[in-house]
């Protein structure tokens, strides 16, 4: 007798929660599974909630024998090739990270709940096989036709409002399909070009930018960094690179590190290639902007994709290149949730789907640095400015024993004087917003410190108010001391707000533009403030990092860095690093035009040795002797490191647990001169939102000896924890 086989359909699917595996579900009920294909988005029940699910596998058994089905289908095609969730599977497995929340986190807010991908379709115009085989001179006597025929066979493809934003009409669009030439085929929409964006020609490149091109192979896998000064014409390195890329019908990838960057970034390659279609994915947009973006490029309807850290885990289904630009920034970490590292994973990505990655930086993070030293990256450097710009004097101002207005020495104030009745611009720089980082008690000493955190509050004059930077705690102004009741209280050290004040005071007829996070809240905001000193007119700009990062300026000649000193003493060792890479952007913002620039940097010890290799050999020098430094130290990238994090309410619960998982740790792999244990110990900021913060240190002469036992680790977090007490693993850390 011949037994009935009845093969069984088991959905294995991501769900966002944070358990480290896939979750099987039956198909839903009443659905054929032919209907089914991996990728796509389903409602699934979870202990009692709805939640929205990925499709990762379909398989015929499953080791559970009660299985609910799923509820119902979201989407009727894949939103993740194949490829995107193997990467993410990937990055889910290399974090010890649970796949759904990983899944979650690739996906736009709209779609992550549940939102209709439909929603956005747009009519796409393309060729049809006739219209793509029509000699060239066939339309000569329509030529709005033979225009439209000719912008189609530049770029495959052109969405309604592409086409209109071009001035091409409906009529012409109809003609065509009347001859059979063009065909309207439904996709997802892309934002429209950006008005404003004026076709601008490629310039000639240098020997040092051509050279670089010439040396960049892009058939198949391979890492570059590109080492360039500020201004050596990285920028246009990256438009070449893309210019190939979109020749051969594949997409390119960009990554930028801030919101901010991007509307400057995008007006620079919409300029350049008017044609083709732009997706740009960052937290500044709305909603259903990203949402079309993400549907843009995930279909491999936009054939650029810019964006910030997340955009990595966006499928690319034509990837043909990515870019990673300024890639030391620290934006590229992840520091919650998927600790993922974008532009490590941009190289595993470009590995992956055999595509070239390039790293860009003026300042290389060490971690590239030494996989560029070491062979396993190609290094391509462009050591002098491009066009006519010159490198920036530096000069050091020592404030000991100056006395200072509002922070500024008095040569200070001389030479920016000096730049603005020159008609040029100058740029104050200060990594401190605020008016100034703490409030004392001239009698008893006390300080205002956050409630919450191990930290001081800092003074927000204009609002009258104490904020706490780490948590967001607010507090009104007081004008006694809580504790003595003396009327004498003073604000110590200045922030940007203070700088802003003497500023505005001193050079009354001159805008004063401050660029730091409290001025630049809202979407777009730093793009409008930096419109006047982009007009090249004469102005005062001033501000923290924000400003230090990719912006391009070529009226400033004038870069004060108000205070030097603040990295230099910390206990993180990536310290000296950051540190080092700041004050070379920021010193890089000077002089990019044709005028030359000056740098002043203030500093109450001149003679630090970091900050006078620094200043004296360049970040270039100064780097590599880190570089030696950490593997003399034993540190990372000589090392690989991870972290296990606990925070509690409760400071004696999250170090017993770590406690326990050293203990486990080293259960399974004891300690060795190949793998160190430290911990645990309280994190620089060692109480936040309430929560003490303690971390374990696992250091490792491989990769490969890690993931075992972060992934044991992670299992047996799992089991051993409790609800008050969040623990992490924290892969390839950035911060302790
Ligand atoms: P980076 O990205 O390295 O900071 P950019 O690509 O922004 O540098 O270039 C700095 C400036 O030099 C820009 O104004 C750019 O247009 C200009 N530039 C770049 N390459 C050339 C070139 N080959 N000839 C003339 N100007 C150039
Ligand atoms: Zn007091
Ligand atoms: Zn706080």
Redesign the pocket.
């Known amino acids: 007798m011949q037994e009935a086989v009845q093969q069984r359909v088991i959905l294995q699917l991501a769900v966002p929660v944070p358990l480290r595996r896939l979750f099987d579900y039956l198909p839903p009920e009443g659905l054929s599974p032919q209907a089914l294909a991996p990728g796509q988005r389903l409602w699934v029940p979870f202990a009692g909630r709805k939640l929205v699910a990925v499709l990762v596998a379909i398989a015929e058994e499953s080791p559970l024998a009660e299985l609910k089905p799923a509820l119902e289908q979201i989407d009727s095609t894949a939103l993740f090739d194949e490829h995107s969730r193997r990467f993410l599977s990937w990055i889910a497995d290399y974090y010890q990270a649970p796949v759904g929340e990983v899944f979650a986190a690739a996906m736009p807010a709209a779609l992550r709940r549940g939102r209709p991908a439909h929603h956005w379709a747009e009519q796409w115009l393309q060729l049809t096989t006739e219209g793509k085989g029509l000699p060239d001179t066939a339309l000569t006597r329509a030529p709005k036709q033979q225009a439209l025929l000719q912008r189609l066979l530049c770029s495959g493809r052109q969405s309604r409002a592409h086409l209109k934003a071009q001035g091409f009409s409906t009529a012409t669009g109809r003609a065509l399909q009347a001859r059979g030439l063009v065909e309207w085929v439904a996709g997802p929409t892309v934002p429209p070009p950006l008005p404003g964006a004026e076709p601008s020609p490629a310039?000639?490149?240098?020997s040092e930018?051509q050279q670089v091109l010439d040396a960049m192979d892009c058939s198949g896998f391979s890492a570059t960094l590109l080492e360039?000064?500020?201004?050596?014409?990285?920028?246009?390195?990256?438009l070449r690179l893309i210019e190939r890329v979109l020749a051969a019908g594949r997409q390119a990838l960009l990554l930028v590190p801030e919101i901010g960057l991007t509307p400057q970034t995008l007006r620079r390659i919409a300029a350049r290639f008017p044609a083709h279609s732009i997706a740009a994915l960052h937290s500044g947009l709305a909603e259903g902007e990203r949402a079309q973006s993400w549907l843009a490029a995930a279909a491999g309807q936009a054939d650029i994709v810019i964006g910030t850290r997340s955009v990595i885990m966006t499928p690319l289904p034509r990837l043909g290149l990515v870019i990673v630009?300024e890639e030391h920034d620290a934006s590229f970490k992840q520091q919650d949730g998927v600790r993922y590292s974008a532009r490590d994973l941009a190289v595993v990505l470009a590995r992956d789907t055999d595509v070239p990655v390039l790293l860009?930086s003026?300042t290389p993070a060490l971690e590239t640095l030494h996989n560029a030293l070491s062979g396993r990256y190609r290094h391509l450097r462009?050591c002098r400015?491009?066009?006519?710009?010159h490198p920036p004097q530096l000069h050091v101002v020592p404030t000991l024993h100056e006395s200072l207005e509002a922070g500024f020495a008095p040569q200070a104030l001389r030479h920016i004087d000096d730049a603005l009745a020159r008609g040029e611009q100058a740029l104050v720089f200060l990594n401190r917003r605020g008016f100034a980082p703490a409030l004392t008690c001239d009698d008893c000493g006390w300080i205002a410190d956050c409630a919450h955190c191990s930290s001081k509050l800092t003074l927000h004059r204009r609002q009258r108010q104490l904020r706490c930077h780490h948590c967001d705690y607010r507090r009104p102004l007081l004008d006694s001391c809580p504790q003595c009741h003396s009327r004498s209280i003073s604000a110590l050290g200045g922030g940007t707000e203070r700088s802003e004040e003497l500023l505005l005071q001193r050079f009354a007829s001159y805008p004063v533009i401050r660029i730091d996070r409290d001025t630049t809240a809202s979407k777009q905001a730093l793009d409008r403030l930096l419109a006047p000193a982009r007009d090249g007119l004469p102005c005062l700009l001033l501000g923290t990092q924000m400003l230090a990062k990719?912006h391009?300026l070529?009226r400033v000649t004038l870069v004060v860095i108000q205070d030097a000193d603040s990295g230099l003493f910390s206990a993180d060792f990536r310290a000296p690093e950051r540190t080092g890479q700041l004050l070379a952007q920021v010193a890089?913002r000077a002089g990019?035009?044709s005028l030359r620039g000056r740098v002043l940097v203030q500093s109450r010890y001149p003679e630090h040795p970091l900050l006078q290799r620094l200043l004296e050999k360049g970040y270039s020098d100064f780097a590599r002797q880190l570089l030696r430094d950490r593997t003399t130290a034993q540190l990372p990238p000589a090392r690989a490191m991870a972290l296990v994090r606990a925070e509690c309410e409760e400071p004696a619960w999250a170090e017993a647990f770590l406690q326990d998982a050293r203990r486990f740790m080293q259960s399974l792999a004891p300690p060795s001169p190949q793998l160190l244990y430290l911990g645990p110990v309280p994190a620089l900021l060692e109480r936040k939102s309430g929560r003490f913060r303690f971390y374990v240190q696992v250091i490792a002469q491989q990769r490969a000896q890690l993931q075992p036992l972060l992934a044991q680790v992670s299992t047996w977090a799992e089991r051993n924890t409790n609800r008050r007490l969040r623990w992490a693993v924290d892969m390839d850390a950035q911060d302790l």
């Open positions: 310039p000639k490149l240098n930018q360039g000064v500020t201004g050596s014409g990285k920028t246009e390195i990256y630009d860009g003026a462009l400015r491009a066009g006519d710009a990719g391009h070529p890089g990019r035009g």
